[in-house]
């Protein structure tokens, strides 16, 4: 098994790309930046993609589109590592590894599996940056721990998907059953319900750990979707990576509302045939936080700590890409309403159901 599938120089990003770069939360300065970064020299800066790699339209994307704008605009060098089917952490530790031998700082992890090997691997290079994204379990002073208000995102989609409903029954399908995921589920459900108390919810995650496929394989998102479809569902959410594609053609071939995750699905390539029917999409900026971390390391002045993107910046949120959306007032005039009321304190989103 090939432990490294791809280790490529990032191409020159599109000067259109656009992305949020706000965060909030605790970030120190420390000594883990090279001279080099401090100098001014040029910067190689690093992804290791999580399951489903680049081309999942969702959250390895995402990262991808950071790292491609700080390549345009910071004349960052960028590498990219993908995973293989099944590995282990010492596979994981054998990718950051060779990363950060090759000089590249920022390394950063796409998912919350890489902290195990971020936490060995940090320990022997102190003087490389270690973004975390998604993981705040394991420290040090050079690793950045990206996270995110998933939740409250999440609350903002169940608004949603409860006002356009017109079955009262709409559906969550997890990608593997873990801690992170049930803070998708959490604020999805506690939205609908906070919305219309007498909507139904139907939860199905795909897979447990340690069987991660609910990530990678989009059969199992749509049959799920399927299954939820069948139930009298016609508003599917769902958390699960490249399995989530999955469940936006099955909503869509049945003429049924979904709603995308982590990136603003409407407008990704990939899902193109199926975008009329993405209602929405809940929105994390993972690819602000990988320019942020990136842009630290440049300035000399590497985030380190726990970086946190929620929804009084615009880390988390609702896109309105579909013009279908845009003609929903009732249904924006709630999710601005809910917005206002999390941001304001008013609201507290659970992060577990």
Not at 17 to 23: C, G, I, K, N, R
Not at 161 to 190: D, N, Y
Request: net charge positive.
């Amino acid at each position: 098994m090939r432990r490294i599938t791809r280790i490529t120089t990032v191409g020159i990003a599109s000067a259109a790309l656009a992305l949020s770069v706000t965060a909030c939360g605790k970030s120190s300065t420390g000594s883990s930046s090279s001279s080099a970064s401090a100098s001014g020299a040029a910067v190689k800066a690093a992804i290791a993609y999580d399951i489903g790699g680049r081309g999942d339209q969702s959250f390895n994307d995402a990262a991808y589109a950071g790292l491609k704008k700080a390549e345009s605009e910071l004349g960052v060098k960028g590498a990219e590592a993908e995973p293989s089917q099944g590995e282990s952490d010492a596979d994981k530790v054998a990718r950051l590894t060779s990363l950060a031998r090759a000089g590249n700082n920022p390394v950063i992890g796409v998912g919350f599996s890489y902290a195990p090997a971020i936490a060995k691997v940090a320990k022997s290079f102190p003087k490389t940056t270690f973004g975390l994204i998604d993981d705040t379990s394991v420290t040090a002073p050079n690793i950045a721990n990206l996270v995110f208000n998933e939740e409250q995102g999440s609350y903002l989609a169940g608004v949603a998907a409860a006002k356009a409903s017109k079955t009262g029954t709409v559906g969550f399908i997890g990608g593997v059953e873990v801690p992170l995921i049930k803070k998708f589920e959490a604020g999805f459900t506690q939205g609908v319900k906070d919305t219309n108390p007498k909507a139904k919810v139907l939860t199905q995650y795909l897979t447990q750990p340690p069987n991660f496929d609910g990530f990678s394989k989009p059969d199992l998102g749509k049959a799920a979707a399927q299954g939820q479809l069948d139930k009298g569902a016609d508003v599917i959410y769902a958390a699960a990576g490249l399995a989530g594609s999955g469940s936006i053609e099955a909503a869509a071939t049945a003429g049924k509302w979904a709603i995308g995750v982590d990136s603003d699905q409407y407008n990704q390539a990939g899902l193109a045939k199926y975008k009329d029917h993405i209602l929405t999409s809940v929105t994390k900026d993972v690819s602000g936080s990988v320019y942020n971390v990136i842009k630290s390391v440049k300035d000399g002045k590497p985030e380190s700590g726990e970086i946190r993107y929620g929804l009084a910046t615009n880390g988390v949120g609702l896109a309105d890409s579909n013009p279908a959306y845009a003609k929903m007032t009732d249904l924006i005039a709630a999710v601005d309403a809910a917005k206002k009321n999390i941001v304001d304190g008013k609201i507290t989103v659970k992060t577990a159901p």
